[in-house]
């Protein structure tokens, strides 16, 4: 068992298992807190580990100053990470304990917490999606080719432009959370939402220029080394328990959104 009370500064733990805290500690690292261990002498028969959460991550995780009449410093567990590239390596003692991108992990882990409560759960994985009155500078690759055409700049591509990827049209998304929403049929089901038809970083840009009417011509630069070559969603599910299939086509949708990005 554990007790615990918050603060301002945090919220502070206590447990006589060891085992338990450690275990506590590590959960916290992979969702991005930091939690302090202690050995806290509150009892002199026993003792009692204290993990006390920061409100901050840190690169590296060391027990705090406390007064040396009630917590000794434990130095059994020691954890280090670090974030190169956006992925997360975790070490307790030299010892790797986790390897994973931030971005999956979390939604990985957001996915294992809500399907662990005894709830009317419906999960759903959005793949890309885009149209009208998304953020025009959120840095993704439509807003920055839009963005670089209306301005005739050079469109960038990162690699040789043959890598696919996916986009949905947001009115066809919509239609599919809310059908994921409302169907029995998706009660407790993992559903990947997305479309399906794939087009390369090339094919995209001279949509664009086509669209927009921009004299932009093309520049390559080095692709990032996490880059994916292909992304095209399974929506097998969405298609059997939603009826659910995207309608929109990339022309159509890209017309759209580009009337929006020239206001």
């Known amino acids: 068992m554990m007790l615990g009370d918050g603060s ?3 919220t502070v733990y206590y447990s006589n298992s060891i085992k338990l805290i450690s275990n506590f500690q590590e959960l916290l690292l992979k969702i991005g807190y930091a939690g302090n261990i202690a ?3 509150r009892r002199k028969m026993r003792q009692i580990y204290q993990i006390h959460i920061l409100n901050r991550f840190n690169k590296r995780y060391r027990t705090p100053t406390y007064s040396k009449r009630s917590v000794q410093q434990y130095d059994g567990y020691v954890y280090c990470v670090t974030v190169p590239n956006h992925v997360v390596f975790v070490r307790r003692n030299g010892k790797a304990l986790f390897c994973g991108n931030c971005y999956d992990e979390g939604k990985r882990f957001g996915e294992a ?3 662990s409560f005894s709830v009317d759960w419906r999960i759903v994985r959005i793949f890309n999606t885009y149209g009208p009155f ?5 840095g993704r690759v439509v807003p920055n080719f839009i963005n670089q055409a209306l301005e005739n700049r050079s ?3 990162y690699g040789d432009g043959k890598q696919t990827r996916s986009f949905c049209y947001v009115s066809d998304m919509i239609e599919g959370l809310q059908r994921a929403m409302f169907s029995d049929k998706a009660h407790k089901q993992v559903i990947n939402l997305g479309n399906p038809s794939e087009i390369t970083m090339l094919e995209l840009a001279d949509i664009v220029i086509e669209l927009t009417g921009s004299k932009s011509n093309t520049v ?3 692709i990032p080394v996490d880059d994916p070559t292909r992304r095209k969603p399974d929506i097998t599910k969405a298609k059997n328990l939603l009826n659910w299939t995207p309608i929109v086509n990339i022309r159509d949708g890209m017309k759209s959104t580009i009337d929006y990005f020239r206001v």
């Open 8 to 10: 301002s500064k945090g």
């Open 113 to 115: 917490l809500v399907s």
């Open 220 to 222: 390559f630069k080095g």
């Open 155 to 157: 469109i960038t591509i």
């Open 39 to 41: 050995v806290h002498d």
């Open 134 to 138: 998304m953020n025009k500078n959120d």
